[in-house]
Each structure stands twice: as C-alpha cells, then as structure tokens.
C-alpha cells in the first residue's frame, strides 16, 4: 500500500518569504501526484497534480511542485507567499490506472504567514 | 462547476441515535464518492469507497453495519452513522469524482460530528 509523509506539520513564515513544503511518497508504481489546499472553514481545493510529462506542475495562485521520481518526493513551492496563503496543505498520491481512483492523503502542513 | 455540497455542516446527536450525513454533487453527476475521516492534527482517513447503483466498498478496519453508505443516485451519497458513540465525533468529508475528469476529485465542505 502507498503511503504518503509530509515532514513539517506547522511553518511560520513572513509575507513574502519563500515557501518549501515537503512530500515524500512510498510505492513501487506509477502514481499520481496531488497538492490541496484547506483555508480555514473551507473545504479542500486542488493546487496542482501531476499525471505525467513535465515533472515541473504549475497551480493556481503562484504555487508550483516538482516531481523528483528518484526522490519519491513531490514538493510545493512558492516564491513569495502572502498573508492569503495561511492554510493547510496536504500532499496526495493514487496509484495511476489502478481503477479506484482513491487517495492517500499526508498528515498535512499547517502554514501561517505573518503579515 | 464542481461543487459538493455536505449537508447538515455540524450536528450534534446523543449516545445510541442515528444520523445521517448527505453528500450531493451540484452541477455534475459523480460516478464514484468517497467518504473520508478527519482526525484533529491527522490526515484524512478514507472509510470507503461508492459507485453509484453498487455497494459501497470499505477500507480495513472501517465497520460496514456502522458506517453506513448509500449512493442511490449521480447526484446523491449518504452516510449514516448508526448507534453512535462519542468515538465517532469526528469530521466527515465528502468526496466526488465524474467519468469526464478520472483523476481529480471535488471535496465537500465536511460535516462537524459531535456525539454527547
């Protein structure tokens, strides 16, 4: 089974600093990559996702991950975050053609920006 | 476009009573909904897994008498919580995912579950 590790669980940062948060997948396959966002009171938002090709994905709002396969890992960046960005990120994977579709979720990364 | 909707947002139920979560998909028809846990401080947990028409699927550990599913139509999932305890207080979400578009899918808005 596929299992899915994010290593920071609260970053603190000032508006307009960078931001790195890290993913780090296990399985031996083919997966599909997944970044959501949770503002507070909201519901989850897809970021980005990779499927496949460029192993540089671009989201919405700035936010972009690379695919680093030798790595296992999928990490979200962001040049220059603002005080909007205060959230929870979490990593996903599915495993690719498997057919179920489901979602294996990290434990999350809670970022605040402080204005 | 791809909006899930959850319905009730927060309930509060007493020890040994049902209740019953809803999970709709607004402005498409969702093939498969999924039906995720969320601890405090933890991630998601998916309970299971329903297609429309079918069984739901559950994920070990997860009790099919308990956690009820149904999924009777495109549009419509509900879970219900049969006999509840205060172990079951929780946060559900919803999810949904259409034929059109395989890979991703919509989250609801989730549902405050607290057993008294």
């Known amino acids: 089974a596929q299992s899915v590790s994010q290593h920071n669980h609260h970053v603190i940062l000032s508006e307009a600093a960078s931001l790195e948060l890290g993913c780090n997948y296990s399985?031996?396959?083919?997966?599909?990559l997944f970044w959501y966002v949770q503002y507070p009171g909201q519901h989850l938002q897809l970021l980005l996702k990779?499927?496949?090709?460029?192993?540089l994905v671009k989201g919405i709002k700035g936010f972009e991950a690379e695919f680093i396969k030798s790595k296992f890992s999928f990490n979200l960046r962001k040049p220059s975050v603002q005080w909007s960005d205060t959230a929870e990120y979490f990593c996903?994977?599915?495993?690719?053609?498997?057919?179920?579709?489901?979602?294996?979720f990290g434990k999350g990364t809670k970022l605040s920006v402080i204005p | 476009g791809a909006v899930v909707s959850q319905h009730p947002s927060r309930v509060i139920c007493k020890s040994g009573t049902s209740v019953k979560i809803e999970c709709r998909s607004l402005?498409?028809?969702?093939?498969?909904m999924f039906w995720y846990r969320q601890f405090p401080k933890k991630s998601l947990m998916l309970m299971a897994t329903?297609?429309?028409?079918?069984?739901?699927?559950?994920e070990q550990g997860v009790e099919k008498d308990k956690f009820l599913i149904n999924h009777a139509s495109l549009t419509l999932s509900t879970l219900t919580v049969t006999s509840a305890h205060p172990e079951d207080s929780s946060f559900y979400i919803c999810?949904?995912?259409?034929?059109?578009?395989?890979?991703?899918?919509?989250f609801g808005p989730g549902t405050r579950l607290t057993v008294t």
């Open positions: 999810s949904a995912r259409t034929s059109g578009r395989a890979d991703e899918q919509y």
């Open positions: 399985y031996g396959g083919t997966v599909n």
């Open positions: 990779y499927f496949s090709g460029d192993p």
């Open positions: 996903a994977v599915n495993v690719a053609g498997a057919g179920s579709y489901q979602l294996t």
């Open positions: 402005d498409f028809q969702a093939t498969t």
């Open positions: 329903s297609n429309e028409g079918s069984k739901a699927t559950y």
